[in-house]
């Protein structure tokens, strides 16, 4: 996962394994790295990513009115200072969008951002599929637990089947004490059941729900702060997607203070 001009899938066939949680902090750490970013929430059921990144009031039009013509795609999105957001809509019709119009759109976008970043469904719905053949790129987000494990090897067989060559792990929550005692998978069985590539591991942390519940993502706290595990490990994972090689788990358990990351 390299250059500039990306477009990445996040993504994952269970609900409840982090999927926006991982697209936001994801986005944030990119930010840090003074990338450009842009969020689009692919999830047209539940609709969640503006919760999470504050702009429930800051938007009118949204990702469908742009695919259906009704606006230009400057319309739909918010944010400032890097990192970007455009919206699903709040009341979807099923009405079915010709795939071609999801291709077109982020043919503009990647123009614009280094790096587009959709959060997806749980569900292949058909604009599930259209958003994914609009990407270059996938990340299959799972938590670490069997059942969380096992969809995310149906996700990859289907990204497959769709013709996604580079395809990434992302495993959310992760206890390593539990993965020592053996009650729950270690990291190479996850890889050997999930069939994926490891992108990146971030850490159980019980601050992490407060912390989205307030509006903190990863890197948006003071500079001379020490920054906590779950950071640590979305900035590894930022500078995977960047192109860089990094230690799976640099720094994560022994976080640095926030300028320690960002020093040029």
């Known amino acids: 996962m390299s250059n500039s ?11 409840g394994v982090g999927k926006t949680t991982v697209t936001a902090n994801i986005a944030s750490a990119l930010k840090a790295m003074e990338k450009r970013v842009l969020i689009i929430d692919g999830d047209f059921g539940m609709r969640c990513m503006d919760i999470v990144l504050g702009y429930e009031n800051d938007t009118v039009f949204n990702c469908f009115d742009v695919l259906l013509g009704r606006c230009e795609p400057e319309s739909a999105i918010t944010g400032e200072e890097g990192l970007y957001f455009m919206p699903a809509p709040l009341n979807y019709n099923k009405e079915e969008i010709p795939t071609g119009r999801f291709i077109e759109l982020f043919a503009q976008l990647r123009k614009r951002f280094d790096y587009c970043l ?19 790129d996938a990340i299959v987000v799972t938590l670490h637990q069997s059942t969380a494990i096992r969809a995310s090897e149906k996700t990859a067989l ?19 004490e539990y993965a020592q005692k053996n009650k729950l998978p270690s990291i190479l069985d996850i890889i050997n059941r999930s069939a994926i590539s490891l992108l990146g591991v971030v850490p159980f942390e019980d601050s992490l729900p407060c912390d989205q519940e307030s509006g903190y993502l990863a890197f948006t706290g003071q500079y001379d702060k020490k920054i906590k595990r779950y950071e640590a490990a979305f900035f590894n994972i930022a500078k995977r997607i960047c192109g860089e090689r990094v230690p799976l788990f640099e720094d994560v358990y022994k976080p640095k203070r926030k300028k320690h990351y960002l020093k040029k």
């Open 118 to 136: 959709i959060d997806s469904s749980a569900d292949p719905s058909p604009y599930y599929l259209s958003f994914a053949a609009a990407a270059d």
């Open 5 to 15: 001009g990306r477009v990445i899938f996040i993504t994952g066939f269970k609900g």
């Open 158 to 176: 289907k990204l497959t089947e769709m013709g996604f060559k580079n395809l990434r792990l992302v495993v959310n929550g992760y206890h390593a």
